[in-house]
């Protein structure tokens, strides 16, 4: 009896020992490089702390004081919401409408499916240069068109009215793939059965399409335009290398914001306050995301 | 056992000391200007040079080529738009370079934190004669009662003029040279009259992303006596009458199509090259290239000239100007090092008169004396801006301030946003900057 | 094939007519730009018109291997992504393990702990994570590029979910010839999870070579850039006409290595993106 006690215990030790043996080389990294500094950035946001030299004094609350009464901040803040909110709808509808043309077996699905997946593996600095050129008012795609037909090519990057625009039409080329797999997925999930059985009843491709497919997607749709909202919050290489956050500010992004009052400015600790704020707003989106899937489930 | 044995005497191979024989100094030299060390690569002759970028790429190879004591300096060039983001993290990760250029307007920031080494000592091992520096030039490397960095030039904005343009429009003298406006209204004036008769645009300036913008309104300001700060710096004086008329001055370049609004600074620069333009508003640092490219038979930019800024709103003479200096950011350096630095500092020094060239008002008075000074083309047309350059006082946060400015005034023509607003909006983003300041 | 067809809008010749203009009009400027970097750079200040490379040149490429630093921030990026991935294999599928098979104490919290750093997106630590960095004396060093991306949780979570789903009876089987967890790891487990692991593995791969913000600010020497920041320190040229074909040379050139790994491991990577995302 005793001995069949202090068995398990040993058993349980073992196991505890070699849990520990196999966590612990992620652990250590995880708790080096994410879970510090996840603290030391807190800890970062209540000092004065700069970048270069050895300056750091507490001053409480007062970076986000600063931060809430700071019109640049808001400016940011704004633009970085236009932009989820110009670019999650093209993204989320033209994925799923690619998604539903390409829904197909064939060579030459696969093929267009690949066209449209490439754009996603390139890198921001490579995908910016390409659209600068494309949209380049003297020498772009975009401007031998316009003169083509006659018109005056307009200078996109260059207005407070198409820079924002042409930021989303770079962001959409760049990364539409992933959403239109996670569409083709969920597709792939339908059962013919139920197509089957809506033709028997004749029913019209789009009674189909509004009985069946939408429905069916639900789940998917909910999924891919969090995980958008997401991505897209955090907006930051286009913008820097594109318009470098202008003309006149009108496109500077709330984590490019953060980039220059560390790097530029030297502010760190306002900076870490930012990027706190920037961390609730993500935390946010994924709690929605999370209390979503549990109500479909 | 035995591979950590093997391991150990690898190390051991390793760290003892065969190759410090050879005293060979690598130094680090970061600046902007511009990479063309594949255009100018191996050419150690100064008459080639041109610009800004051939000058300090050829005086770098021929350091490299003819210094005795083993020296070589490797380049680092950066883009101007990011060179104090990429000094800033260089100095914070520890991996200063061992000369670095530096702006007068950003040397307070430094200083303040003790991000540079004080060189008086310095000059007065290395035999460089502070005497010789211009008032000026030593004004703008001094900062509490110390010296930060070798002055290389004093920049200020000029009138740039494509001459062949005025001459077409009537607007030159007896020799063609281009007679200069005196007032707002005379400045339109010429605008309407180039237009009419050319068919051209009276202006090319950087207007979008450039920090020409900043450095136009400052200037305004300081025409009509005033400046962005009050007297003793205590405050900011933006949102001001002189401020008004200085940002509606410039509202009515574009409104009334004088300069093209989204022009950043290369195009601006490209427009002006390519004859689109009859007069560039740019800096002394232009001088050579432009005259490099009206030396071409077919140029569109013909007939070449260049004047000390117009009179154009107020009625005090000012211009805006900032200068170059090479600056150590402080680190550890062994004695060798240090050598090899101060080296290349005295070379530079002995060599300013070959920046001065590039357009740049010299630094030194000897320069300034010289014969082959003198003999620069275009020097008299432009002999008042020295006299004449203001430089934004030695506060700290500059850059950020500037920028500020550069993005808040412009999006009175690059969007909608009205003249008082954008003068409020500004003074009151760079009220919120001096609090910061320490 | 027959019950695809039934489904809606995927079927018909209007449809596949529109996809295929749709995606022409998506690959065009991936077209232009090769073709721009097989132009001579003279003729490219003259103009950028036309889609072919008339005239055609290699000097761009020629130049960039001879002269450039693109070929020395290939290597960075390659020593980066490569070994991001190899120790986020090592280390995820080892902590997975753990979480699928062994019980111990505190496992749910520990699990839930780990989950968590989901939510921590990269863009949120950087400035702490550069200041500590700093206060190491770390910066411009492989090092430093390679272990943030592992402690990122993704990999965990993948693995965990993967070996759950390994029938029990495969490893009992070994477990009551008395072979250790580490063996069982390595002689059952680990054969049966290439697939997940080339999956992560590709995913990781291309997370890394892409990543932007943190070497921005890590590699701050020029030797160190990987290809996608020195990509952008060549920006600085890129409004002047001059070396146009070479700036596109240089951009097709870094894409190379990804583009060459996403054709050949297409397949891992869309069963990745499903997998990540929960499906």
């Not at chain 2, 934190?113 to 030593?138: H, K, M, N, Q, Y």
Request: glycine residues 6%; negative net charge; proline residues 4%.
């Amino acid at each position: 009896m005793s001995s069949a006690v202090s068995r398990a215990r040993m058993v349980r030790l073992r196991d505890g020992l070699s849990a520990l043996a196999f966590l612990a080389p992620f652990l250590v990294f995880y708790l080096l490089f994410l879970v510090y500094p996840f603290g030391l950035g807190i800890w970062i946001s209540f000092h004065d702390w700069e970048l270069v030299g050895s300056f750091r004094e507490w001053i409480g609350l007062w970076n986000y004081e600063d931060m809430f009464a700071d019109p640049q901040f808001w400016r940011a803040v704004r633009n970085t919401l236009t932009f989820a909110a110009m670019t999650v709808p093209v993204m989320v509808g033209l994925a799923l409408l690619l998604a539903l043309g390409l829904n197909r077996q064939t060579r030459i699905h696969g093929a267009l499916r690949a066209i449209f997946f490439t754009s996603n593996v390139l890198s921001v600095t490579v995908v910016t240069l390409i659209w600068i050129m494309v949209l380049s008012p003297d020498r772009g795609l975009i401007a031998q068109l316009f003169r083509s037909l006659g018109l005056e090519p307009i200078a996109f990057l260059a207005s407070t009215t198409w820079a924002m625009p042409a930021i989303v039409a770079t962001t959409v080329w760049w990364g539409i793939g992933f959403p239109m797999i996670l569409f083709l997925a969920g597709l792939q999930q339908i059962p013919g059965e139920l197509y089957e059985a809506a033709r028997l009843d004749n029913a019209s491709p789009w009674r189909r399409f509004t009985r069946i497919t939408l429905p069916a997607l639900r789940r998917t749709f909910v999924l891919v335009a969090i995980l958008q909202v997401i991505g897209q919050l955090q907006i930051f290489g286009q913008v820097l290398i594109m318009t470098g956050g202008g003309p006149s500010q009108s496109t500077r992004s709330l984590v490019q914001t953060i980039y220059e009052t560390g790097f530029a400015d030297w502010q760190l600790g306002y900076a870490s306050a930012m990027s706190l704020f920037l961390f609730v707003v993500m935390f946010v989106a994924s709690m929605a995301q999370l209390y979503i899937a549990r109500q479909e489930d | 056992m035995k591979t950590s044995l093997l391991a150990i005497s690898a190390l051991a191979v390793m760290v003892s000391p065969i190759a410090v024989s050879h005293a060979a100094e690598e130094l680090t030299f970061l600046r902007f200007f511009g990479g063309c060390s594949d255009q100018y690569a191996n050419v150690t002759d100064m008459d080639q040079a041109v610009g800004e970028c051939g000058v300090i790429q050829v005086l770098t190879n021929k350091f490299n080529a003819e210094n005795d004591q083993d020296i070589t300096i490797n380049t680092q060039n950066v883009e101007w738009g990011v060179y104090y983001d990429l000094l800033s993290t260089q100095i914070a990760s520890g991996q200063q370079p061992a000369i670095a250029v530096m702006h007068r307007s950003v040397l307070p920031n430094f200083v303040a934190r003790d991000l540079i080494e004080p060189l008086d000592d310095i000059f007065v091992e290395a035999g460089i004669d502070t005497s010789d520096f211009l008032p000026a030039a030593l004004e703008s490397v001094s900062y509490d009662g110390q010296i930060w960095g070798l002055p290389w030039d004093i920049h200020a904005l000029l009138y740039h003029v494509n001459g062949a343009i005025m001459e077409e429009a009537g607007l030159t003298d007896a020799e063609g040279n281009y007679i200069l406006p005196t007032s707002t209204e005379e400045l339109f004036e010429h605008a309407r009259i180039v237009q009419e008769r050319t068919g051209k645009r009276y202006l090319s300036i950087g207007s979008r992303n450039d920090a020409m913008t900043a450095r136009v309104f400052n200037l305004l300001m300081w025409q009509q006596g005033s400046g962005i700060f009050n007297e003793d710096l205590s405050g900011v004086q933006i949102d001001s009458e002189e401020g008004r008329v200085a940002l509606e001055f410039m509202k009515r370049l574009y409104d009334e199509g004088v300069a093209l609004p989204i022009h950043d600074g290369s195009e601006a620069t490209q427009a002006f090259i390519n004859g689109e333009a009859a007069v560039f508003v740019s800096g002394t640092w232009q001088v050579d290239t432009m005259a490099a490219h009206s030396a071409s038979e077919s140029s569109p930019l013909a007939n070449y000239q260049v004047f000390d800024f117009p009179q154009v709103v107020g009625d005090t003479r000012a211009t805006w100007s900032d200068s170059h200096m090479w600056v150590l950011p402080a680190k550890e350096r062994s004695p060798e090092e240090m050598a090899a630095t101060v080296a290349f500092l005295s070379f530079l020094n002995d060599n300013s008169g070959q920046w001065a060239r590039t357009g740049h008002l010299p630094v030194r008075q000897s320069v300034l004396e010289s014969e082959a000074f003198a003999a620069l083309p275009y020097r008299t047309s432009y002999a008042e801006t020295t006299g004449i350059a203001q430089a934004v006082p030695m506060v700290q946060n500059q850059r950020p301030i500037q920028d500020i400015i550069r993005d808040g005034l412009s999006a009175v023509w690059l969007g909608d946003t009205a003249v008082d607003a954008a003068l409020s909006d500004v003074q009151s983003q760079v009220e919120r900057n001096f609090r910061r300041v320490r | 094939m027959e019950k695809r067809a039934i489904r809606p809008f995927s079927g018909d010749t209007v449809t596949l007519v529109l996809m295929i203009a749709l995606a022409a009009m998506w690959i065009l400027p991936t077209i232009w730009v090769i073709s721009l970097s097989l132009r001579p750079n003279m003729d490219l200040m003259r103009s950028t018109a036309g889609l072919l490379p008339i005239p055609f040149t290699l000097q761009n490429y020629i130049d960039i291997v001879s002269v450039s630093m693109t070929p020395r921030w290939l290597l960075n990026s390659a020593i980066v992504a490569i070994g991001t991935t190899v120790i986020t294999l090592i280390v995820a599928s080892l902590a997975g393990y753990a979480f699928a098979r062994i019980a111990f104490p505190f496992k749910r919290t520990l699990f839930v702990f780990i989950l968590c750093g989901l939510m921590i997106p990269e863009q949120t630590i950087i400035i702490p994570l550069h200041a500590m960095i700093t206060d190491w004396g770390m910066h411009n060093t492989h090092a430093a590029l390679i272990a943030p991306r592992v402690a990122m949780p993704v990999g965990v979570f993948l693995m965990t979910q993967f070996f759950r789903a390994i029938p029990l009876e495969l490893e009992e089987a070994a477990r009551l010839d008395n072979a250790s967890r580490l063996t069982v790891f390595r002689r059952i487990m680990l054969p049966l999870s290439i697939p997940a692991l080339t999956t992560l593995g590709i995913y990781t791969f291309l997370q890394a070579w892409n990543d932007f913000f943190w070497p921005l600010v890590s590699a701050t020497n020029s030797n160190m850039y990987t290809v996608t920041v020195g990509l952008s320190s060549l920006q600085g040229n890129f409004a002047q006409t001059e070396g146009l074909g070479f700036i596109m040379a240089s951009a097709v050139f870094a894409s190379l290595p990804v583009v060459i790994v996403y054709v050949i491991f297409q397949k891992y990577i869309v069963r990745g993106i499903a997998m990540t995302t929960g499906k």
